[in-house]
């Protein structure tokens, strides 16, 4: 007869390394969930930078949407590399994640005081999130004896930033934003240090196919918004045409943004290149990606709001460079992390920067958003043409 398995082993495993090669690994409904309620605070976010944007506060509405946004950002990506080496998906595991979602959802709960300069609602949830990862990393200190070294390096590390986080709270407001800069760069430290030890065993192929989930859910959250300002919108009379133009166009540039991040497989530069400095720039730099491809969405509420003449205080060059420069710095990001200054084809490697900066120009046309529209598109035309008949690295 088979040995059953004893009832302990149903809810729990030990939490060993997941093997780096193995096979069929794809996103769990865990981590489904957990992407659709980070993107709770992903809108949120959105919509406040909007709000700052529409009422004339660029500077402060940036700087703001920056910070909330590493807050949402670094905790999403702490998960999923995480995950991607040790995840169990027993009881415990899921418990666990249902803490850091309810961080992620209390830092969306507080984007609002944040974009007023009130942090307690935030801090208090990124903590929950991040003190949820450290009873991780402890756990897989003591199962996983390979991984002892970095596990607990990880652990301390996250836990000394988050008394950093707590101190800050207290400190003079003048000192906000280098206390902020300086603990970010704590935190962007700790994996580099705590990898130098034992490399964790995560998946390229899983890694990947993580930033291009919720990379889709953020560009999910943009056309949202887009939406919502054209509803809103066209209870102004006289305004249809003039909206149905731009829902066209804001398609397209959201349709083209799509199609030039996942041309390029996203596992082939990591599959490639495999490397500490690979995996970090690799998946440092994605906060460029997301934050842009959300910025969008508020920019295009803003342009919504200009066409509409609802907004005050705005002109018109400052009402486009809302959407152009996210659509710029989206396009350097794809260019640097998934295309290469020094790609073989020439085209593209030189049609991404040169794209980004003719959609900056875009921004002193009459149809700015029509115009980037126009030129993302273009883009993907000269990706198809450039890669006609060329085979993408499994």
């Known amino acids: ?76 990506l702490n998960f999923s590399w995480f995950a991607s080496a040790f995840d169990t998906d027993d009881v415990p595991y899921r418990l666990a994640t249902l803490v850091q979602i309810a961080g992620g959802l209390t830092i969306a709960a507080g984007v609002s005081s944040a974009f007023e300069g009130d942090f307690r609602v ?21 199962a996983a004896p390979e991984a002892r070294p970095a596990a607990l390096r990880f652990a301390a590390g996250i836990a000394l930033c988050q008394v950093l986080w707590g101190i800050r709270l207290f400190l003079p407001e003048s000192t906000a934003t280098v206390t902020f800069a300086a603990i970010v760069l704590c935190e962007l430290a700790v994996p580099v240090i705590a990898e130098r030890s034992a490399r964790t065993t995560w998946h390229p192929h899983h890694i990947a196919e993580r930033y291009g989930l919720f990379t889709l859910i953020v560009l999910g959250e943009t056309i949202l918004s887009a939406t919502n300002a054209l509803k809103e919108g066209t209870a102004e009379a006289g305004h249809l045409g003039a909206l149905i133009s731009l829902a066209v166009a804001a398609l397209v540039l959201v349709f083209s943004m799509w199609w030039l991040y996942f041309d390029r497989p996203g596992h082939a530069r990591l599959v490639r290149r495999p490397g500490m400095f690979t995996a970090m720039s690799w998946g440092y730099g994605h906060y460029l990606i997301f934050a842009s491809a959300a910025a969008v969405g508020a920019g295009l509420e803003v342009a919504v709001g200009y066409d509409t003449h609802v907004l005050h205080g705005v002109g018109g060059v400052a009402a486009a460079l809302a959407t152009t420069v996210p659509v710029a710095v989206f396009l350097l990001s794809v260019w640097l992390l998934h295309i290469g200054p020094t ?44 890669t006609h008949g060329e085979r993408h690295p499994a």
């Open 343 to 386: 790609n073989e084809c020439r085209p593209i490697a030189i049609g991404f920067p040169v794209t980004a900066v003719l959609v900056v120009a875009a921004s002193f046309t009459p149809a700015p958003i029509h115009v980037t529209a126009g030129l993302a598109a273009a883009l993907v035309v000269l990706t198809v043409v450039a």
């Open 1 to 76: 007869m088979t040995e059953q398995p004893s009832r302990i082993r149903v809810w729990y495993r030990p939490m060993r390394s997941r093997d780096r090669g193995e096979d069929h690994r794809v996103a769990t409904p865990l981590e489904l969930l957990f992407d659709l309620c980070f993107v709770v605070a992903v809108g949120q976010a959105a919509a406040a930078l909007h709000h700052a944007l529409a009422e004339g506060h660029a500077a402060h509405g940036v700087s703001s949407f920056a910070m909330v946004f590493f807050a949402i950002w670094w905790g999403w």
């Open 122 to 142: 935030i801090v208090a949830g990124y903590v929950l999130m991040r003190l949820a990862l450290v009873g991780q990393w402890l756990r897989a200190a003591g």
